[in-house]
């Protein structure tokens, strides 16, 4: 009897070994599928992030790296230092225009004679990209990518800069300029040293007699270090805009996995 039992059950045993090993073997199968999916979609976000940060970047450093990139773009144009402006307006009360705009021009010209060395420095930051940065810029705000360029590179991108800064300063006699515009306001005593000194010397009385001595910061703007930080500031906002360009129309860029990536 017991024979007879073991015999009608041992085919439903070996179907149920059947099917348990086809189940088994089907949940494999979904999730190797599912690995494979998600490890492609991860690199597709990276992927995608790069290729729109690379493009910001590119697109900055030309632009702001060519002859007069940032003194013609009204955006990043770098002003004068707000400690300047009072012997700026003095300066131009007395007929020194000129010297205000030579300063403004000088410093616009180091910013862009600079840029270029930002390129590298750049690169290796988007090269160095995690899959985690990747997604949480995607998930972020218009600026998210500009974000995490400030963050992991600003400190290495001034650090660079200032060597570029101080020696397109001095090729673009950026401290010339603004000794010749203290000294026509009637800030200093050395007029004697510029070429002319005569109007200097004449627009310098005149300053005095209005007392804009006065006005004068107690002390100098440290130019070369304004320089750099605006130079760093019109780098960012270009690249900023540029991202946000993307992420509105995608389509635009014309790369299939931008659209891909900042489309969903």
Known sequence: MLTKSVILIAPL????????????????????????????????????????LSLGADQAVSLLGKEDGFLKNSAVKIPLPASLKPIATAAEKVGGKRYVDDFVTTMNTAASKAIPKTAS???????SMSVDDANAIIKGSNTAATDYF?????????????????????????????????????????????????????ASSIAKGFGITDVVPENDENIEAYIGRKTLDGLFYMIAEKEKALRSNPLASGSSIIQQVFGK
């Open 150 to 202: 400030k963050a992991k590179s600003q400190d290495k991108l001034l650090n660079a800069l200032m060597p570029i800064i101080k020696e397109s300063v001095a090729q673009n006699k950026v401290m010339s300029s603004y000794q010749s515009l203290k000294e026509f306001s009637g800030t200093t005593n050395a007029s004697s040293k510029l070429g002319d000194n005569a109007l200097i010397g004449q």
């Open 121 to 127: 420095i750049l690169s290796d930051t988007i090269s």
């Open 13 to 52: 045993l070996l179907c149920a070994a059947s099917f348990q090993d086809t189940l088994n073997s089907a949940l494999s199968t979904s999730s190797s599928a599912q690995k494979s999916t998600s490890s492609a979609s991860s690199s597709s976000s990276i992927a995608g992030v790069k290729e729109a």
